[in-house]
């Protein structure tokens, strides 16, 4: 298999909102205007990426900060110690000439006192809260980020910009990066909406930039969201346990307001709860325990998609995706993809979509029988394959914990993870440090029987090689066995994107989400199963699922 080149040209991706720039620079004044040009973009990026922590950003050791590694900061501000000396030490800045002079109100950055140069006190504008370091001494993780929260006044600023209308925004609107390239210009010139960097899949095979999205259905569901919210902080509680009493009084709250809209809407006795019961945003936020942080961050990534929406002057809102290591698609920022279901499901009101059924699961037993291989551990993976529905429910049952949880597990172990204990491991995590739980988990002999399975299933498939490269021509370059199963299971899962995509009406893709595509129209299973087949040899259902 071909392994493409690597592209060395630097692209931006980092996008933000000219009406924020304008604001930014109306509030904070000289002390941002004269900054230069890259540092401010580089800041007015870092308020829009980071206004509002949510699950994409949230620091894994301060759920009240937002991760900020070097990386981000580098491609924010090209250097690390020119943001750390204008943001928190101090810095000095010197005119720009060029052979006619000086140049009105330009500078040039400077770290150290120099002739000309005069200095000035650190902004301030963002806090460190967590410092990043290498390694587990001090209870900390390799390559742990930093963590930081910006000032109150930044967050302010931010927050009376969200509540502006389109009317009281700067007439200079739209998303643009740092070199002032437009993000639809960005996708005209990639060919749409992917940017590809690492598989050999040509940039002609694409989707639109664009996503259409339902901003009555988001108002709505900000609604049904800050009555959770205000019900939380009433009744002095961070968590409502899913069909408890109190969780049960929450969501008659939330029923009832539902009701007395939609009456009101009809103005008429010609409307039933049927209708409450149809809609997927709201069964969605109805299907689990009620959290503080979880409205939260739902009401954050709302207000996201508004004030997207409202600077695009349009109801879509633009959605980039990359390639991670593996060659899955991931959305720059989390939009829509890597937001709460509910928000999702509302945002896409009436849009369908189409999951792989035990995606990873299906297509890890088709590679073994390709090899003729098969062993009697293999047993629990197809009886997983037969009955996923009953399979999970059963496990939710015995675990005492959700359906999501049950499946997220299930994901982990077939990416190779461990039935372990330990803080370090992604299993923990899943069940957040609850210890119950873990040791309901680890000692599950089914969960058992699956662990083994994906041991013995990456010896048949991958076993001493070296060389790993899977089916998008991405070759595995980190370490560690748990990891090389999983770059070859989501590279076959990119594949079968990709089939799906190539015979699709590009206007009609809403959204791309890992082993799911989601559709503005109805589709035929069906037929997604032939292409599929036909163009990557796997035999794979499709679920249907209408938001």
């Known amino acids: 298999m071909t392994i493409p080149p690597k592209k060395t040209n630097k692209i931006d991706l980092d996008f933000y909102p000219k009406s924020l720039f304008s604001e930014v620079s109306k509030e904070l004044g000289n002390e941002f205007d004269r900054l230069p040009r890259r540092i401010q973009t580089g800041y007015v990026n870092t308020f829009w990426c980071h206004n509002g922590i949510i699950r994409h950003n949230q620091h894994n050791r301060d759920p009240e900060s937002f991760a900020f590694g070097r990386s981000e900061v580098e491609r924010n501000f090209t250097d690390h110690k020119s943001f750390k000396a204008v943001n928190t030490r101090g810095y000095y800045l010197r005119p720009k000439h060029n052979r006619y002079g000086v140049i009105d109100n330009q500078f040039t950055l400077k770290r150290k006192e120099e002739d000309g140069a005069v200095r000035y006190e650190p902004t301030k504008w963002t806090i460190k809260t967590v410092e990043g370091f290498q390694s587990w001494k001090g209870g900390g993780v390799v390559g742990c980020k930093s963590g930081y929260k910006l000032s109150t006044k930044v967050r302010d600023l931010v927050a009376t910009w969200h509540a502006k209308s389109a009317e009281e925004l700067s007439e200079e609107v739209g998303f643009v990066n740092h070199k002032g390239e437009s993000i639809l210009d960005f996708g005209a010139k990639f060919g749409g909406a992917i940017y ?35 019900w939380l902080e009433i009744k002095r509680v961070d968590t409502l346990t899913y069909n408890n009493k109190e969780w049960k009084e929450v969501k008659g709250k939330v029923v009832a307001n539902v009701e007395k809209e939609e009456r009101e809407r009809r103005r008429d006795d010609k409307w039933t709860l049927g209708w409450v019961n149809r809609e997927a945003s709201l069964q969605s936020l109805l299907s689990k325990d009620f959290t503080l942080e979880g409205t939260q961050q739902r009401l954050i990534e709302i207000n996201t998609l508004l004030v997207t929406a409202r600077e695009m002057k349009d109801s879509s809102i633009p959605v980039i995706y990359t390639e991670v290591s593996t060659g899955r698609y991931t959305a720059k920022g989390a939009t829509l993809q890597g937001y709460h279901k509910s928000v999702r499901y509302a945002a896409l009101k009436g849009c369908y979509e189409y999951d792989l059924e035990a995606a990873h699961q299906n297509i890890l037993i088709q590679l073994l029988d390709q090899q003729d291989t098969s062993f009697p551990e293999l047993d629990v993976v197809r009886e997983y394959i037969a009955n996923k529905k009953k399979v999970r429910n059963r496990l939710a049952e015995e675990l005492i914990t959700s359906v999501d949880t049950v499946k997220e597990i299930i994901q982990e172990l077939t990416y190779g993870a461990q039935l372990n204990r330990s803080p370090k491991r992604s299993i923990y995590k899943t069940c957040n440090g609850d210890k119950a739980l873990l040791d309901r988990v680890c000692s599950n002999a089914w969960l058992k029987r699956l662990e083994t399975t994906f041991k013995l299933a990456h010896n048949h498939l991958i076993g001493d090689n070296k060389d790993i490269v899977n089916a998008v021509g991405i070759k595995f370059e980190k370490e560690g066995k748990a990891r090389e199963l999983a770059h070859i299971l989501q590279g076959y899962e990119r594949l079968v994107l990709d089939a799906i995509i190539n015979h699709s009406n590009r206007e009609d893709v809403a959204l791309l989400v890992h082993d799911c595509v989601v559709f503005y129209n109805k589709q035929s299973t069906t037929e997604l199963s032939r292409i599929v087949k036909a163009e990557t040899g796997l035999e794979l259902e499709f679920s249907e699922e209408k938001y």
């Not at 095979?205 to 609604?223: A, E, M, P, T, Y």
């Open 196 to 230: 590809r960097d690492k598989s050999s899949t040509p940039n002609e095979l694409n989707v639109g930039v664009l996503v259409r999205v339902d901003i009555q259905s988001l108002v709505r569901h900000k609604r049904q969201v800050e009555t959770v919210q205000r």
